[in-house]
């Protein structure tokens, strides 16, 4: 884990792939103030759907990193209190909690259900 980072997952890679206005804005506000804007690397999966040289500009401008094992286990643990979320999200969140806490996503439903199990976790729509 490197320096203060927030965290985007899949719906906010997206959009900031479609150059979605709120994207942009949080993602020039996150690098204007020295943080990092990262993803875990299973957030690829989800996103990924071929090379393009939108989709590369913008994994060039992501910190992109490896899931490590304490991050599955509080996943995992994170299932098992809150049935309805998906495993990615749960990624995602135990990621995020790693971090700042900050998450930006464009399912702030699903991941204020993961807030149950990461109280610190600050979900913002994108």
Do not use: C
Request: hydrophobic residues 50%.
């Amino acid at each position: 884990m490197t320096g203060p980072a927030i965290t985007f997952d899949t719906g906010a890679l997206i959009a900031l792939e479609r150059h979605k206005e709120r994207a942009m804005k949080v993602y020039r506000h996150a690098k204007d103030r020295g943080l990092a804007v990262a993803a875990p690397n299973v957030t690829l999966a989800e996103w990924w759907r071929g090379r393009t040289d939108r989709r590369e500009a913008v994994l060039r401008g992501l910190l992109v990193e490896p899931v490590s094992h304490e991050v599955m286990k509080l996943a995992g643990m994170a299932l098992g209190k809150v049935p309805k979320a998906t495993t990615i999200d749960a990624i995602v969140a135990a990621f995020a909690a790693q971090r700042t806490g900050i998450v930006y996503t464009s399912d702030v439903a699903d991941f204020d259900a993961l807030r149950a199990f990461f109280p610190a976790l600050r979900v913002f729509a994108i």
